[in-house]
């Protein structure tokens, strides 16, 4: 799963696995327990450069792993290799979402360093810029997230998936 922070990639992510029988992971977790500190801390100490590389690192890694659904940080697509291995080992799900969204569902949560600025909103507005041709290069579908719940949008994974799973057979 791909998307901006704030999307639901976590939310939508556990669900989906829940209902496919799949462990679900999420990559910024994943960093979180691996270097025992919390991403912004990471940020801190490393950069947003020393972030992405263990971020790069960890998605290749997990990427090998058959039957999960992965929920990537908001940033993993802007590493080249990152977007290659996710489109050449899974099935990439972009969750798409407004601003406006994203900006309510973050707005408290103090745990999303890229949105410690005076203008949170520009902040989102440049992420999306830089980023959703990205996403739209890796994805396989495209998921409106203003228009779907998450359990909607689950659903209509679901039924995209099997009718990938059709043709290919």
Same mark, same amino acid.
């Given at each position: ?64 792993? %058959? ?7 908001? $940033?993993? !697509? #802007? ?8 489109? &050449? =080992?899974?099935?990439v799900i972009y969750l798409d979402v407004p601003t406006h969204v994203l900006l309510d569902r973050t707005r408290h949560d103090t745990n999303r360093p890229l949105l410690q ?28 997230? %203003? ?7 689950? $659903?209509? !994974? #679901? ?8 043709? &290919? =057979?």
């Amino acid at each position: 799963m791909v998307g901006l922070m704030g999307s639901g990639k976590t939310t939508i992510g556990r669900a989906l696995a829940r209902r496919l029988g799949r462990r679900f992971i999420d990559s910024d977790h994943e960093i979180e327990h691996r270097t025992g500190v919390r991403i912004p801390v990471i940020f801190e100490m490393e950069g947003e450069e020393g972030f992405r590389k263990r971020e790069a690192s960890v998605i290749e890694e997990l990427s090998q792993h %058959a039957g999960i659904v992965l929920a990537t940080g908001g $940033g993993a !697509i #802007l590493d080249s290799g990152t977007r290659k291995v996710l489109m &050449s =080992t899974g099935w990439v799900i972009y969750l798409d979402v407004p601003t406006h969204v994203l900006l309510d569902r973050t707005r408290h949560d103090t745990n999303r360093p890229l949105l410690q600025v005076a203008d949170p909103r520009a902040k989102l507005d440049g992420l999306r810029e830089q980023r959703d041709a990205l996403y739209r290069e890796v994805a396989d579908i495209i998921i409106d997230g %203003a228009r779907n719940n998450s359990q909607a949008a689950v $659903g209509r !994974i #679901l039924r995209e998936w099997e009718k990938q799973c059709a043709h &290919s =057979t």
